[in-house]
């Protein structure tokens, strides 16, 4: 072998070396355990979040009921509706925004943007002072949940993105529990208003102060997975993504459609469930544990459907929790008792938990890295238009046809939706 050939070969193998130095520091800092300190801190922001909207699960219809006078059902959910909407644009937003701006930013001013809704809400003279609060909260809402989420998936990498979105939204959701539960019961104790959404406060200035100074963007841990999966085969524009997302990719469109689904009929809970409750004659005691019942449920178990979803993988998961969660609302419908409704509310929890974690790491596993976080944007989006759908579902058919009658039919459309999973959907999750 010549001097020059010899030369060469050492120039490869050294090239080649530190290529594979270059991949295994790109990938050293993936995972909860490399990032468990910020990763907890997030859960943590993520906890005061759902504690945010939490206030408004149990007393807001009865709110609106005795100190504004609504009857209708379909003006009384106009503050979902709301809520619905906004939030779904800014999830959009957040996803574009995270990518071009990074996260963090976006995070502190979904928190800034919440600053008046606690205020609002306990000095509203009218009922549209309670609609402008939704619309701060809708807001400030995607932006915080949706960063929270996209940071969550940046730190944990592809291992383990089940269990990061189980945890994630075990903070979410069981804080939103434990705020539904408090309101409900300080409301009992000193009324509706101001003192139950004085925890608003609370949690506002925990989570901004936390956002702040203690929380670190990770859009550094973006380039160096996109450095691991290489580029995609092919440029993503925003039209495209859109496109993928809601109708041309099968496995990321079925998991739209169930999110959307999944989060009209949690604007049924949030804004029927109520007023099913107290027409059953129970006072407003009863019906805080029981608004905190079916997201306490779901957040707990997240715990253990996320991280089962990164062993058996996401569809049959999705699929059955669909099921299950119309069982849970049917069981709420038919039977007007407080052992009824709590069996209702703890099926209807389990199977949201099977789904909601499930479906943001299906979106993970599909989307490449580049344009991950601008996919689950789209996600969200429709995802929280639910709330909107659910809202103006719920509301036209109770007011037509009584409060059992609207649930029925988003037991029906829920269930569609397993179906739909299931015919359509294929495995997302390459263990």
């Known amino acids: 072998m010549s001097v020059h050939a010899l030369k060469a070969d050492m120039d490869s193998d050294g090239e080649m070396m530190d290529a594979h130095r270059m991949k295994n520091a790109a990938t050293q800092d993936f995972g909860l355990r490399a990032n468990l300190p910020q990763f907890l801190l997030l859960v943590l ?23 504004f006078g609504l009857a209708e059902r379909t003006a009384i959910l106009s503050f979902i509706a709301v809520f619905g909407v906004t939030k779904a644009a800014a999830n959009y937003l957040a996803g574009r925004l995270g990518d071009r701006w990074g996260r963090k930013p976006v995070l502190v001013a979904g928190w800034l943007i919440a600053a008046p809704v606690p205020f609002l809400l306990m000095w509203a003279p009218s009922w549209n002072w309670v609609i402008v609060a939704n619309i701060f909260l809708g807001v400030s809402q995607g932006l915080t949940w949706s960063t929270a989420v996209i940071m ?132 407003l005691d009863a019906i805080g544990v029981l608004a905190g019942l079916y997201p306490a449920v779901w957040g707990l178990s997240q715990l253990v459907t996320g991280a089962q979803s990164d062993r058996w993988g996401r569809k049959w998961l999705i699929a059955s929790g669909m099921w299950l969660q119309a069982v849970g609302i049917v069981a709420i419908a038919l039977w007007w008792t407080y052992t009824g409704f709590a069996i209702g509310a703890v099926l209807l929890g389990f199977g949201t938990a099977m789904v909601y974690p499930t479906l943001i790491a299906s979106i993970g596993d599909v989307a490449h890295p580049s344009w991950r976080a601008s996919a689950i944007g789209v996600y969200r989006l429709w995802r929280d238009l639910g709330y909107a759908a659910g809202a103006v579902i719920a509301g036209v058919v109770a007011d037509l046809f009584g409060l059992s009658a ?26």
């Open 45 to 67: 922001v993520n906890a005061f979040v759902g504690g945010m909207v939490g206030i408004e699960r149990s007393i807001l219809p009865e709110l609106a009921q005795q100190e």
């Open 152 to 283: 969550k998936i940046d730190l944990a990498g592809p291992r383990n993105r089940g269990l990061a979105m189980g945890l994630n939204e075990f903070a979410g959701y069981f804080a939103v529990a434990i705020a539904a539960w408090s309101t409900g019961y300080i409301a009992a104790r000193y009324g509706l208003r101001p003192e139950p959404f004085y925890l608003g406060v609370i949690f506002l200035a925990f989570g901004l102060v936390l956002s702040v100074f203690l929380v670190k963007e990770t859009t550094i841990h973006v380039a160096r997975e996109v450095a691991t999966a290489g580029a995609p085969t092919d440029a993503r524009s925003n039209a495209e993504i859109f496109r993928l997302s809601t109708w041309k990719d099968k496995d990321l469109s079925s998991a739209t459609q169930a999110g959307f689904v999944n989060n009209l009929n949690d604007g049924l809970a949030w804004g029927l469930f109520p007023l099913i409750f107290a027409a059953a004659g129970l006072g």
């Open 406 to 431: 609207a649930a029925l039919v988003i037991a029906g459309l829920t269930f569609l939706s397993g179906v739909v999973v299931a015919i359509r959907m294929t495995e997302t999750h390459r263990r």
